[in-house]
């Protein structure tokens, strides 16, 4: 069954940063367009970030020139690194792809 195990969250304050993986299984993530969500507390979840099989990377406005996605093929694992956090980025952070159930996600807090 394929699917994804997020890590890499914690409490960081503002201006800080962190750096999310998805470690996926069961789907090729190189071969995929595979996206970063998140979700705040009493809010929808929201898109945050994508990155297609051939490279390329989009990114909500929010967080444009703050957070980059990557990907390491070899070990089918997806990045976010999030730089200059603010105290809005606090949120459950998911990584999903074409067909994928969602997985748990990973906490991030960030402390003004």
Known sequence: QAQVV????GLVQAG???RLSCAASGIDASRNTMAW???AP???REWVASIT???GTTYASSVKGRFAVSRDN???TVYLQMNSLKPEDTAVYYCTGPSLAWGRGTQVTVSS
Do not use: A, C, D, K
């Open 16 to 18: 800080g940063s962190l």
């Open 53 to 55: 099989n051939r490279g």
């Open 6 to 9: 997020e890590s890499g969250g």
């Open 74 to 76: 070899s070990h089918n």
């Open 37 to 39: 969500f998140r979700q």
């Open 42 to 44: 009493g809010n929808q």
